[in-house]
């Protein structure tokens, strides 16, 4: 197990069950997703079943089970969004990386995730890529976007 995961459970050690879902952020923060090892460790920490902490776990869409890809893409489907378009835009998404919203390219290179709303509304649809927002998508952009990514490990 990474240090910064031992040091992550022994600053929890004692917190008890109120501290389950704050370790679990810190986790994910530092590995990037929940795994397994990392949630019987955290059930061995803080005495709770290993069953109740993917209780928990599953129940927040906050929390990932396998690691983001290099390329995080979020896709918003709020209310704006979703009436300029973004269902299309998703398919798009999906259908150019040949891999569907809440999974992981099999190169490891690009990560789907589907958001309720990213909170650029005006800028409808929008897909945030590591943090960089892209607005006004449409099915052309999105293939130029993306190329633009794939094309960073290029060269």
């Known amino acids: 197990m990474d240090s910064s995961l031992d040091l992550i459970i022994e600053n ?9 879902i704050p370790m679990l952020q810190e986790i ?15 059930g061995q920490t803080l005495h709770i079943p290993t069953s109740k ?5 599953t129940f927040y869409n906050q929390f990932r089970f396998e690691p983001k890809g290099k390329y995080h893409v979020q896709i918003c489907r709020g209310t704006a969004c979703h009436v300029l378009g973004s269902a299309t835009v998703l398919s798009e998404i999906e ?3 040949k891999a569907k919203a809440g999974s992981t390219t099999r190169d490891g290179l690009f990560s789907i995730e589907v958001v309720a709303c990213i909170g650029a509304c005006g800028l409808a649809p929008v897909v945030c890529i590591n943090g960089e927002f892209h607005a006004k998508v449409t099915a052309a952009s999105l293939k130029e976007i993306l190329e633009s990514y794939k094309a960073k490990e290029e060269a």
């Open 28 to 42: 994910q923060e530092a590995e990037g997703f929940l795994s397994e090892a990392a949630i019987v460790k955290t």
């Open 12 to 20: 929890y050690k004692s917190s008890g069950k109120d501290a389950l």
């Open 95 to 97: 259908k150019h990386l």
């Open 53 to 57: 902490i993917f209780g928990v776990a």
